[in-house]
Each structure stands twice: as C-alpha cells, then as structure tokens.
C-alpha cells in the first residue's frame, strides 16, 4: 500500500525532473525547457525532483526560473551563450522509495538505425533495472571503442528521458555496447537465453539474453545458460526484448506467476 501511495503522489505531480542536489534542487538546461518552454508549467505548479537513486520530494517551480533570462529568450535556453537552468522550491519532506525486491537485467543485440534507442525508452518504462546492449557474432552493427561510448551515453540520455516520464525514482544503469563472451562475466548466474523451443522462465530467473534478426550463432548458444521461449511466433529482436522484460518484471511484482521448473 505504501508503494501505491507513493506512485499516486507521483502521477499527481506535474512532471518528475532529476536533480543533483535534492537540498537545493535545480532543474538542468535541457530539463528547464522541457518543464517551462514544452509542458509550459507555470509558476507554483507542483512537480517531482528526484535524484535517480530512490529519494525525491516534491517542489515547487519557482516564478523567477531561469534567471537572468531575457525578455522573449525561451525560458531553460541560453542567455549570451551560456544556458540557463530552473530553480524549483522544496515544498514536501524527502521520500525514499524502496528498492526492488531483486533487480533485472535484459541484454539485447544491438539493431541497425534508432531501434536500439527505442528498445532503451520501452525497457525504462517496464522497469528494467540493468540494460546491456550486445555485439553478438551476428549482429549488424559494428562499433568501435569511440561510438560504443558515444552511443551508451545516447542510450543514457533515452533513459533519463523515460524515467522521468514514467516517474521512476530508480534509474536503470545502462551499460556501453559489450560483445556477448564479455557480458556473460558481468550477467547474474539465473540468467537465460531467449531461443525458440527453450522452457519456461523460472522464477528466480534475473536476466534473459536476447539475441540478433538473424538468430545466435551455435557457438553463443552453447555458452552454457538455459533457454526460454518467448512465445508461439517469430519476434523481432526489439519485441522478443520487451516480452521479456515484461515476463520478468510480472514475475518479480507477483502479478503473474511462472511455472516453477528449469528452462531448458
């Protein structure tokens, strides 16, 4: 119940904004023009800041956001080349959100284009706690040590978007682009491979391992973890990830209950 009531205050608010400093909250530049110049919240309007790690309290937007702002210069945006941010009030006491009983992991091939980016947004909202984006032996996608960074703190910046549209309290972590022999010496020992004909996902079942269109290379799929079907059809790598961050997160929430058993 107090979860439910914590999620209520949570959907009343305005919007939800991450901040560094929950003591004196302030909106970053990009997050002051989301709230001011996109959702075009007015003065005294109630919102959430939160710092990213389960403690948030709810603040007032300021009148004077973005100060030093000139007269027609969108508020949140650039004042003489130097961006402007958005003071918000503490009007409540600190909240700490629990943690999740368990966190959950899903590693998903990476796909060609902005797909991956989409897969990072859907996997914020069902509530992945641990996203990993994977070079597999068939995956299109070729990085190299420079966009593997760039593209990981794309994905990060997806994320924050997401989470503070969802209301998460709790950001997930998003890894850099790892090829799949390295993710395997990172992932949670109950972790599963999704693959046509495999068994049912176990109960205690931490990550599920998603592979590329083009299907695990035999070499991967004799890397030791059990195997979980994903459903009667042939899913898109994006989709078979986010039924598997579904199944996960019912299961850890008691919504639905998996059949005790191994996946093969």
Do not use: N
Request: charged letters at 25%; one cysteine or more.
């Amino acid at each position: 119940m107090e979860r439910y009531g914590q999620l209520q205050k949570l959907r009343r608010a305005a919007a939800l904004v991450y901040v560094a400093d929950l003591d004196a909250p302030v909106a970053a530049p990009d997050d002051a023009h989301h709230l001011l110049d996109v959702l075009r919240l007015r003065p005294d309007e109630v919102v959430v800041a939160c710092d990213g790690r389960g403690t948030w309290r709810a603040c007032r937007v300021r009148a004077e956001s973005g100060s030093g702002r000139r007269r027609g210069t969108p508020r949140g945006r650039a004042v003489d080349g130097h961006p402007t941010g958005a003071e918000l009030e503490p009007v409540g006491p600190l909240t700490v959100a629990a943690q999740p009983s368990h966190p959950l992991t899903v590693a998903f091939a990476m796909t060609k284009g902005d797909r991956p980016e989409w897969t990072v947004q859907k996997l914020t909202e069902i509530g992945v706690d641990h996203i990993v984006p994977l070079l597999t032996r068939r995956t299109v996608v070729r990085l190299g040590p420079q966009e593997r960074e760039r593209r990981a703190d794309k994905l990060r910046r997806v994320a924050r978007e997401a989470g503070a549209q969802s209301r998460r309290t709790h950001l997930p972590e998003v890894a850099e682009p790892v090829a799949f022999e390295r993710a395997l010496e990172r992932l949670p020992s109950a972790s599963l491979v999704a693959e046509p004909g495999g068994g049912f996902m176990d109960p205690g079942t931490r990550a599920v391992l998603v592979g590329p269109e083009g299907g695990w290379d035999p070499a991967e799929l004799a890397c030791g973890l059990g195997r979980v079907d994903l459903g009667p059809s042939v899913l898109r790598a994006d989709t078979a990830a986010l039924v598997a961050a579904a199944l996960l997160g019912a299961a850890r929430s008691g919504a639905v209950l998996l059949p005790a058993g191994r996946a093969r």
